[in-house]
Structure formats: C-alpha cells, structure tokens
C-alpha cells in the first residue's frame, strides 16, 4: 500500500477550525472593547496595554539558525511548535512574529506562515494583505519620495536640494528587479526635474525599520523626522523633518503602528507585527510586538531573519539595546539538510543520508554555538526533523553539541504540532530557570564604525579583516560629519555564507570582508554597511511560486505554503 502524502501547508491551516479572535484576548485578558477587529480572525492591539513592569518580569527567548539553504531551515515552524509546546506542558506562551512580504510569498517561499502542523492561522490573510501594515508603510515611505521630488520643483518652497546626494529610494512589496535603478521625471517640465531614482522592496524601506524600532507614537513620529534624504547645493544636510514630512507619514502609519493578535493551530496566541528582512534590515518584528506579548504571557517565543550571523546578532546588539530587552534562553534551529549542504551536498543530494557530509558541514553549527555564547547565551540546539534524517546523522550532532555543553533536541513541531515539541520546550525552561544565561552585546555602540564593523566581522563572520571601497571611505566620511558614529550598525550581507561570499560554505577562515558603501538609516537609529553584491531590490526567481497558485469561485486559496 502507497504511504499517504503529507498534507500541504494550505490544506491543514483551512481544515483547522478557528476560535473567535475575541475569544484569543479573552486568555491574554485583553478586554474586548481594546480591540480593533479585522474580521473575525483578526485583531490590532492598542499601545496602551503595554506594561513595563511585566516585560522585564517575563521570559524572551530568541529562535534562530544555522546559515540556510535557499529555502529555510524552519525558524518560524520552530518558533511557533515551541509556543504550542510551552503550552502543552503548562506555561503560558505568545508567539512573535514579522509578517511576510509579499515578494518570497510570490517568489521562492509560497508563504512564511510556520509549515505543517506549526502554523498561525489565518494563513492566507497572514502571507498575503494582512490587515495593511505593509501598504501604509509602502505609502509613507513614498509620500516622502513623493515631497522631495516636488520640493525639487517648486519655485516658491525650494530647499536647493541637489538631486545627485538624494538617497532616499520609493518602495514596492514585489521582487522586481527592472526597478532597482531607474529614470524619473521625463516627459517635460510638468512632470518634474529628472534624475534618477529607484526602487527597494518594501522589507527594505526605512519606514519599516523605523516601525521596528519605535515604540510610542510620539517616538514614531521623531524617528521619521530624522529620515536622511541627502544635502543641499550648499552641502547642507536635508532630513524629512525639513520638508514637514513626518506628521502626514505618521498619520499613514496610526494603525500600522499597533501589532496583530492572530492564533496558532492550537488556539495559542500569535502577534504578528512589523517584516523587515535580515539580510538588508534588522531582520526582527517591532519592539512594540516583543514588549506586547511579554506584557501579556510569561514566555515570548519571537524569531530573527536567516542565520543567527545576521538577524541575531541584530536582535541582539540593535534591538535588545534599543529596547532595553533582555533574552533569557536561546534556541538555534538545525536541519540535517542543511548540515549536509554545508558539507559538500549539491541541493539534488540534501535529502541523501550522509553522515560524512553531515560531520564535514557541523562546522557551520559549531561556529554559531561559539558566537551565541559570545553574547552570554548557552543555546539549545532545535533539529528541525524531516523525514530523510537518519537516526546516525541526529545522535552525531546529539553528541558533537554535548562536547560543547549544548543540548540538541528533535524538534517535530512540522509533523506533530505541540506534542513534538514538549521536549524541546522543556529544555527552553530548564535553561532559562537555571539563571546562567546573562545577556550582554557584542559591541558598546560607544565604539566608531570601523570598530563595530571589525568586531562584527572577525567576532561572528569569522573573518582575518576588512576592506573598504574608495566610495565606502567617502560615505565614512559623511557619516562622521553628521555625527552619526555613535549609532550601531546593520550589516546588509548575503545569508548563504558566514562571509560576503555565498560560495563559501560551512565555517570559512582566511577571507576579508568587502564593505561595497554605506546607507545611513538615521530615523531608524543606525548606518548600513553593504558588504558584497547585495541588493535591496530582489528579482523572481526562474520558476516564480506564484506560478502554482490559483484561486476558486469560491475564494479557496491553493498553491500558498
């Protein structure tokens, strides 16, 4: 007899049967007169129940990874099994999230929503409109486009802004590479000043950081002000505060601003808030969403973007500081897959049991056990489970981890909701009632640019140095000159590798890191080094997986995963 096949992601989330969102706050003890209902299943949730004294009471924990293949490791499933674990055995979890972007939902992903029996629910909603957030920061960020370029035109309100210095660029949620470098403003003079311009993704845009980072309104509103959008002919700094911007960019974002209540597969409370990516961005939900749910549950399971080289040492070192939070434990999420790739593996091979690969590609794991410790932090290393592990390759890592005095726990959160978690949850409570994990950053902000750079890069890449561009010189220059050496930085590097080179896998030695030019995020509150050919603007892929998508009479959704 034919074994059965696995239901899709999309088919477990629309057979699972959804409580009332007024029902989910009624365990939070969310008064329901608080919420913003967006239909049934969906909710906002205002400022006001943020509660200080219970967030510095209650346990974070931080889920992140190994590097990862192209397709992921299974953060999000991990993050989201782990809460429904944490439930199982008696303690009172929150998910929190980012949202997707629409650009890997329709590109390599098929959604990012957790997978299998991890998933928070609505799943369609989530992956696709949400309840908006994304468009008004997309329209916040281009009504400031919108401003300079008719400032640029105006003959009575003109700020003499140079159009060679601006770098503020539109947004779109889309991978679309035909608009990363463009030309605006042909057709004569009523349709403006040419120069050129261009897009990034909506993940990448400054709004979103800044959305990330806030955490009032009034705050929101300064951080906006502080937007850098390039200088004078007179060499004099514009920000958007200059061109009364940030008032009506705030007024875009009222409702944005305010996190997500939605729920798991088990009836678990999920806050889904904020989606900037990691390897351009910060690559975490907004702090309002992490003190929301540590204001709500006494653990908070919440998730950083790609390998813990990138969105964790962000959460770490930007948001945690930023935001004065405080991780009590760490769960670092590992595939065999994944292990296999970094030890030679062709992506035809990563389903192949091969312990040798397996061995050989443990450095990558290795490495990022030795930097999460470097933050104080002793992780308990998630084996995501798929069904070609073989039993060889786990108690391999079992053991190679328990040399480093880590834990490494089967997690099947994919295959069994909850109830394959428990383990796992159990040892996120062991770790975090033990008291010895005390948090601590990398870098004093305190330090110059290079100096954080350097740490970064030789601390957590592993590298023997750095190397800077003639033009990421001239930019260093610009940054000392606005007085910005005091912000940290937010590395934008590729996710395949440890270095600025994704063909080098596994823990790489002997390589310099390239920082390409500088973007300076100063309403978000720190400088961006691009290291290598990273782009802001993603393209599709060759087979986009919108292709396999459809949409009934019915309005039944197939194709999302």
Same mark, same amino acid.
């Not at 023997?464 to 003639?470: A, F, I, L, M, T």
């Not at 390409?516 to 290291?531: D, S």
């Given at each position: 007899?034919?074994?059965?096949?696995?239901?899709?992601?999309?088919?477990?989330?629309?057979?699972?049967?959804?409580?009332?969102?007024?029902?989910?706050?009624?365990?939070?003890?969310?008064?329901?007169?608080?919420?913003?209902?967006?239909?049934?299943?969906?909710?906002?949730?205002?400022?006001?129940?943020?509660?200080?004294?219970?967030?510095?009471?209650?346990?974070?924990?931080?889920?992140?990874?190994?590097?990862?293949?192209?397709?992921?490791?299974?953060?999000?499933?991990?993050?989201?099994?782990?809460?429904?674990?944490?439930?199982?055995?008696?303690?009172?979890?929150?998910?929190?999230?980012?949202?997707?972007?629409?650009?890997?939902?329709?590109?390599?992903?098929?959604?990012?929503?957790?997978?299998?029996?991890?998933?928070?629910?609505?799943?369609?909603?989530?992956?696709?409109?949400?309840?908006?957030?994304?468009?008004?920061?997309?329209?916040?960020?281009?009504?400031?486009?919108?401003?300079?370029?008719?400032?640029?035109?105006?003959?009575?309100?003109?700020?003499?802004?140079?159009?060679?210095?601006?770098?503020?660029?539109?947004?779109?949620?889309?991978?679309?590479?035909?608009?990363?470098?463009?030309?605006?403003?042909?057709?004569?003079?009523?349709?403006?000043?040419?120069?050129?311009?261009?897009?990034?993704?909506?993940? &990448?845009?400054?709004?979103? /950081?800044?959305?990330?980072?806030?955490?009032?309104?009034? =705050?929101? @509103? !300064?951080?906006?002000? #502080?937007?850098?959008?390039?200088?004078?002919?007179?060499?004099?700094?514009?920000?958007?505060?200059?061109?009364?911007?940030?008032?009506?960019?705030?007024?875009?974002?009222?409702?944005?601003?305010?996190?997500?209540?939605?729920?798991?597969?088990?009836?678990?409370?999920?806050?889904?808030?904020?989606?900037?990516?990691?390897?351009?961005?910060?690559?975490?939900?907004?702090?309002?969403?992490?003190?929301?749910?540590?204001?709500?549950?006494?653990?908070?399971?919440?998730?950083?973007?790609?390998?813990?080289?990138?969105?964790?040492?962000?959460?770490?070192?930007?948001?945690?500081?930023?935001?004065?939070?405080?991780?009590? &434990?760490?769960?670092?999420? /590992?595939?065999?897959?994944?292990?296999?790739?970094?030890? =030679?593996? @062709? !992506?035809?091979?990563? #389903?192949?049991?091969?312990?040798?690969?397996?061995?050989?590609?443990?450095?990558?794991?290795?490495?990022?056990?030795?930097?999460?410790?470097?933050?104080?932090?002793?992780?308990?290393?998630?084996?995501?489970?798929?069904?070609?592990?073989?039993?060889?390759?786990?108690?391999?890592?079992?053991?190679?981890?328990?040399?480093?005095?880590?834990?490494?726990?089967?997690?099947?959160?994919?295959?069994?909701?909850?109830?394959?978690?428990?383990?796992?949850?159990?040892?996120?409570?062991?770790?975090?009632?033990?008291?010895?994990?005390?948090?601590?950053?990398?870098?004093?902000?305190?330090?110059?640019?290079?100096?954080?750079?350097?740490?970064?890069?030789?601390?957590?890449?592993?590298?023997?140095?750095?190397?800077?561009?003639? @033009?990421?010189?001239?930019?260093?220059?610009?940054?000392?000159?606005?007085?910005?050496?005091?912000?940290?930085?937010?590395?934008?590097?590729?996710?395949?590798?440890?270095?600025?080179?994704?063909?080098?896998?596994?823990?790489?030695?002997?390589?310099?890191?390239?920082?390409?030019?500088?973007?300076?995020?100063?309403?978000?509150?720190?400088?961006?080094?691009?290291?290598?050919?990273?782009?802001?603007?993603?393209?599709?892929?060759?087979?986009?997986?919108?292709?396999?998508?459809?949409?009934?009479?019915?309005?039944?959704?197939?194709?999302?995963?």
């Amino acid at each position: 007899m034919a074994k059965a096949k696995f239901p899709s992601d999309i088919d477990i989330a629309q057979k699972n049967t959804m409580v009332h969102i007024t029902e989910m706050a009624s365990r939070l003890n969310i008064d329901h007169d608080d919420l913003e209902l967006y239909g049934k299943y969906k909710a906002k949730l205002p400022l006001s129940i943020l509660d200080e004294k219970k967030i510095a009471k209650n346990n974070l924990v931080l889920v992140t990874a190994l590097t990862p293949t192209p397709a992921g490791e299974g953060k999000t499933t991990t993050s989201i099994g782990l809460t429904e674990g944490l439930n199982k055995i008696g303690k009172q979890a929150t998910v929190v999230l980012r949202e997707p972007s629409l650009g890997p939902v329709f590109g390599i992903k098929g959604g990012a929503a957790g997978g299998g029996y991890a998933q928070v629910v609505p799943m369609e909603d989530i992956n696709l409109h949400f309840t908006g957030d994304f468009s008004a920061v997309e329209k916040a960020n281009n009504l400031l486009s919108a401003l300079i370029d008719n400032n640029i035109q105006s003959k009575t309100r003109n700020l003499r802004i140079d159009p060679r210095t601006i770098v503020w660029k539109r947004v779109m949620d889309m991978n679309d590479r035909s608009l990363r470098q463009i030309t605006i403003g042909l057709g004569g003079t009523a349709n403006g000043i040419p120069r050129e311009d261009g897009f990034n993704i909506t993940p &990448a845009s400054e709004v979103m /950081a800044i959305l990330c980072m806030a955490e009032s309104f009034e =705050g929101l @509103k !300064k951080k906006l002000g #502080n937007i850098f959008v390039g200088y004078t002919f007179d060499k004099k700094a514009i920000y958007a505060r200059d061109l009364k911007a940030e008032n009506a960019m705030a007024i875009l974002l009222k409702d944005a601003i305010k996190p997500n209540l939605v729920q798991t597969l088990e009836e678990n409370p999920a806050i889904i808030h904020g989606g900037p990516f990691a390897n351009i961005a910060q690559g975490t939900n907004t702090i309002i969403a992490t003190k929301m749910g540590l204001s709500l549950s006494n653990y908070v399971i919440t998730e950083a973007g790609f390998g813990a080289d990138l969105g964790a040492e962000k959460f770490l070192d930007i948001k945690c500081v930023s935001g004065g939070l405080k991780p009590k &434990a760490l769960v670092l999420v /590992a595939t065999i897959r994944a292990l296999r790739h970094h030890g =030679g593996a @062709k !992506k035809e091979e990563y #389903n192949d049991p091969n312990i040798d690969r397996v061995s050989k590609g443990f450095a990558n794991l290795e490495k990022h056990i030795e930097n999460c410790k470097k933050f104080g932090l002793n992780p308990v290393v998630a084996i995501n489970a798929f069904p070609t592990d073989s039993p060889e390759e786990v108690e391999l890592i079992q053991k190679r981890c328990a040399k480093m005095g880590v834990q490494a726990i089967v997690a099947e959160g994919f295959a069994k909701g909850g109830d394959g978690m428990t383990n796992l949850a159990e040892a996120v409570v062991k770790e975090v009632e033990s008291g010895k994990n005390n948090f601590q950053p990398l870098y004093n902000w305190n330090l110059t640019i290079k100096e954080k750079i350097e740490r970064i890069a030789k601390e957590i890449y592993g590298a023997d140095g750095v190397e800077y561009s003639k @033009k990421a010189n001239t930019d260093l220059k610009k940054i000392d000159a606005l007085g910005l050496q005091g912000l940290p930085v937010c590395m934008a590097k590729t996710q395949k590798s440890f270095s600025d080179n994704d063909k080098l896998l596994a823990r790489p030695t002997g390589f310099t890191v390239n920082v390409r030019e500088f973007e300076i995020a100063t309403g978000a509150g720190f400088v961006i080094p691009i290291l290598g050919n990273m782009m802001r603007m993603p393209g599709l892929p060759a087979t986009p997986a919108s292709e396999g998508m459809d949409i009934d009479d019915n309005g039944k959704i197939s194709g999302l995963s």
